[in-house]
């Protein structure tokens, strides 16, 4: 199994905060990472085949002050199909439509050659390709867009068909916005917060290490925070509705629906 971590906002973030603390997960999720965001829309993804907790390039990324964006994915890699290389970490990337599309998946399919290819092939020899191909192949065939609100739905059967195959936890994004998906079999976890004025201080769940969040964001920020596991001890986390798929954009959830503890949709 691995790590997912994406934030998604209305406007430019530094996610070095939320990378600190992700990167304390390494040590078990130790076979690889990745880190994908969008400098002027086209997607910029940097990985590696080793372990974060001893890699000075993530260090490098996550404390600079280049990294920032609108939509961040990050991935740490537990191998269980493919070897430990490059073709095989996560984020993957794609062009989809003119567009960039970068996508990292949590869980183990079964028989995922069972998923028929059309356009795209796999680079390297994971299920977690395999599938990110099959989306965007069955996605073409159908003609169906990452901008267009009506074809989310088309897009979520074809997530559910993938989640047949076994534990599918993925996210994804074309720059704009984040689409989350969240397995409908029992042992992956999603979870999200939602963050938005009046802000306060947060603490990191793996480190005693707190951010005053009302320092670093404006009353305008908006935003959302995907993680497989709360990366923060003092917010509220929801998960993900199972077998159902979010569409985020400048960080509002513009399909799908997420309730927080009080059962108020956000």
């Known amino acids: 199994m691995c790590e997912l971590l994406a934030l998604h906002f209305n406007e430019e973030i530094r996610p070095q ?61 537990y191998a269980t199909h493919g070897s430990q290389v490059q073709q095989n970490t996560h984020p993957f990337m794609r062009y989809y439509g003119g567009k960039s599309i970068v996508f990292a998946h949590n869980g183990v399919l079964r028989d995922h050659q069972a998923l028929k290819l059309e356009n795209y092939r796999p680079v390297g020899d994971t299920d977690s390709e395999h599938a990110f191909c099959f989306l965007l192949g069955a996605m073409k065939k159908q003609q169906l867009s990452f901008s267009r609100e009506s074809d ?55 480190l005693s290490v707190s951010l005053n969040l009302a320092d670093e964001k404006n009353t305008n920020t908006r935003g959302v925070v995907v993680a497989t596991a709360p990366i923060t001890d003092n917010e509220n986390w929801s998960a993900l509705p199972k077998g159902k798929l979010l569409v985020f954009e400048k960080g509002l959830c513009i399909f799908g629906n997420l309730a927080n503890e009080t059962g108020t949709n956000f």
Request: charged letters at 15%; glycine letters at 8%.
């Open 152 to 206: 989310y739905a088309a897009i979520q059967s074809l997530l559910q068909e993938i989640n047949r195959q076994g534990k599918f936890n993925c996210l994804f994004s074309d720059g704009v916005r984040l689409f989350a998906y969240h397995t409908n079999t029992s042992g992956a976890s999603l979870y999200a917060t939602i963050r938005h004025a009046p802000f306060g201080s947060i603490s990191l769940a793996d």
């Open 17 to 77: 905060f939320s990378l600190k603390g992700f990167k304390q997960r390494a040590s078990t999720h130790r076979h690889g990472w990745g880190l994908a965001w969008f400098p002027d829309g086209e997607a910029q993804v940097v990985k590696e085949p080793r372990s974060a907790a001893n890699s000075s390039l993530f260090d490098a990324f996550y404390q600079g002050t280049w990294l920032k964006g609108s939509t961040v994915l990050s991935h740490l890699r």
